[in-house]
């Protein structure tokens, strides 16, 4: 029996997991209370314990409150379900009286911001592309020649902290990349000193999951992005949540997640332990590189990881966070590939396979 609180609540990624929970053969063996600050999003989940708290921007009435309602339901597993309360919760370890997978402060705030991700994993020595701050809106300039393009290339700026491309899109010249900041700096309070830039990959998206225990691999799995959820909408035409997805058989996306993680954790002195999520991006060659790593949470789309393939993460998550030296699988790719996600606005997730999918008639 484990008590699991889990945060975001009402939110499409606490959702997911509520849901992935309920199709385990375990599902009758938790109890699960959800919270949010936003009674319209928390109102979506038909939980029995559903709690409205201070937003986590009030850090100390936010962490009182769940303090308060891990005491009063003697809460198991704790899963703080967005970057900024995974941040909030790993600022106060010592106080969180229920288990958890929460890395050590410094490092959420290492991956949280773009540049300074980069500039660790450059320092350990694993494969990046450039990654240059923008000093100030005349600096841009010098930032973006320093990415040495080729004449016709594309760059790609974003904001260097937030989720969902929040600030993100390619452009081709400084000019276009000035009106960009000048918009989000006027409309949005951003400063140019927020941005960052790097060389445009345009090769296959994917992403990938892994989980570890005591520094070894457990499990990593891996799809890849097909079509974006706002690619009607965005600049960009891209984004960071898919339409379609499909389960693929990929181990270098994996294999460069699982350097990525070592060296941040390296970096720190300590050892992977929990769940960690990587962005990865190809270049024109197929060469893909880690453009983020997400600790501390699990992505919107972890029914990828879930609902297809020989584990759930989540099934391992909840049973490592209560037992760190539990008997788990070893170094598994656990690949199960042809499995296309399909998502939209007010539908169900579609799991289908993608040999029906090609054999629909035109």
Not at 263 to 269: D, E, I, K, Q, T
């Amino acid at each position: 029996m484990a008590n699991i609180l889990i945060t975001s609540m009402g939110g499409s990624g606490s959702l997911n997991l509520v849901n992935s929970l309920r199709l385990l053969p375990s599902a009758d063996e938790h109890t699960i209370v959800g919270t949010h600050f936003n009674p319209y999003e928390i109102a979506k989940s038909d939980l029995e314990h559903l709690y409205i708290v201070p937003k986590a921007k009030d850090e100390a009435a936010y962490f009182a409150k769940h303090e308060e309602l891990i005491e009063k339901h003697k809460i198991d597993v704790l899963i703080a379900n967005s970057d900024f309360e995974a941040a909030v919760f790993a600022r106060h370890l010592d106080r969180i009286k229920c288990h958890h997978l929460l890395p050590l402060p410094a490092q959420v705030d290492a991956v949280q911001d773009k540049y300074d991700f980069h500039r660790l994993l450059k320092d350990q020595g694993c494969r990046t592309v450039p990654n240059l701050p923008v000093e100030s809106r005349e600096g841009l300039a010098d930032a973006v020649a320093g990415l040495n393009l080729a004449e016709g290339d594309r760059y790609w700026i974003r904001l260097r902290q937030g989720a969902g491309s929040q600030g993100a899109t390619w452009l081709h010249t400084v000019e276009q990349g000035q009106k960009w900041m000048d918009l989000w700096c006027e409309l949005r309070g951003m400063t140019p000193q927020d941005f960052v830039v790097a060389p445009f990959l345009s090769g296959r998206d994917f992403c990938v999951s892994v989980l570890f225990q005591n520094g070894e691999l457990c499990v990593g799995k891996v799809y890849e992005r097909l079509e974006y959820y706002t690619e009607d909408v965005s600049l960009s035409m891209m984004g960071s949540t898919p339409k379609t997805s499909q389960t693929v058989a990929e181990r270098e996306p994996v294999d460069a997640t699982v350097e990525a993680v070592r060296a941040v954790c390296s970096a720190f002195g300590t050892k992977p332990h929990g769940l960690y999520q990587a962005d990865l991006k190809c270049d024109a060659d197929g060469t893909p590189y880690v453009t983020e790593i997400n600790i501390g949470r699990f992505p919107m789309t972890s029914p990828q990881f879930d609902r297809v393939g020989k584990y759930s993460q989540l099934e391992l998550y909840v049973k490592l966070a209560q037992d760190a030296d539990a008997p788990m699988p070893r170094d598994v790719y656990d690949f199960d590939p042809g499995w296309v996600f399909l998502r939209g606005v007010d539908l169900p997730l579609t799991i289908e396979r993608a040999d029906r999918i090609a054999a629909l008639e035109g």
